[in-house]
């Protein structure tokens, strides 16, 4: 989640440096914030991104009077070690002007795999009692797990018979599932096909 990189805080003199924050989901950029050591720290021990706000002049968790928090997912420093990139999951729109970010864009992205995601995300972020998502996040691990072996069963049987629908269905209901479990667990099919790509290019 955290390349461990050194952060040069040094570089500025207020001990800030910026921190891109995008959705890990739709990869959007959600909005530009500053943190200190401090700030970083407390993120990565709560998991909830907080900044150090230069109005307020103190630290400042997003979403703290809104419920819009934002779900960290990774952080990466960049080259010069001056600058983050922060992928999260956001509870809710971003900008304070009720926007999906901070440059009034649309929170979404031409991949249906990436909206779905994104809403698989919210339902366990914000839970619905009338989601059937959100009763598999409220099972728990073990009955979300369960139920992939289950749709893997079912798929695998479809598979020995010649009926399209039944077997693309199934293949659905896997897939589903399974981006479920990537959620519960912390990650995202990004992170999947990432290893895909590394063996690939050996």
């Not at 992205?109 to 619905?128: A, G, H, T, V």
């Amino acid at each position: 989640m955290y390349n461990n990189k050194q952060v040069d805080f040094q570089k500025s003199a207020d001990g800030l440096v910026p921190a891109i924050v995008q959705d890990a989901a739709t990869f959007k950029v959600l909005m530009l914030g500053y943190m200190n050591q401090e700030s970083l720290d407390k993120t990565l021990a709560e998991g909830k991104v907080t900044f150090f706000s230069r109005s307020k002049q103190r630290l400042w968790t997003k979403g703290e009077e809104s419920g819009n928090f934002l779900h960290l997912q990774d952080i990466r420093v960049d080259c010069d070690s001056d600058t983050l990139l922060i992928k999260v999951n956001p509870a809710g729109v971003v900008c304070h002007t009720g926007a999906d970010t901070c440059w009034e864009e649309a929170n979404v992205s031409n991949d249906f795999l990436c909206k779905l995601e994104s809403i698989i995300n919210d339902r366990k972020n914000n839970p619905s009692d009338n989601s059937y998502t959100s009763t598999l996040f409220t099972k728990g691990i073990n009955k979300i797990a369960q139920k992939v072996g289950e749709e893997a069963v079912e798929l695998v049987i479809e598979a020995k018979d010649d009926n399209e629908e039944l077997f693309l269905n199934e293949s659905a209901d896997l897939l589903f599932h399974y981006l479920v479990l990537l959620s519960a667990k912390g990650y995202q099919l990004a992170d999947v096909l990432a290893i895909l790509q590394q063996r690939h290019n050996k």
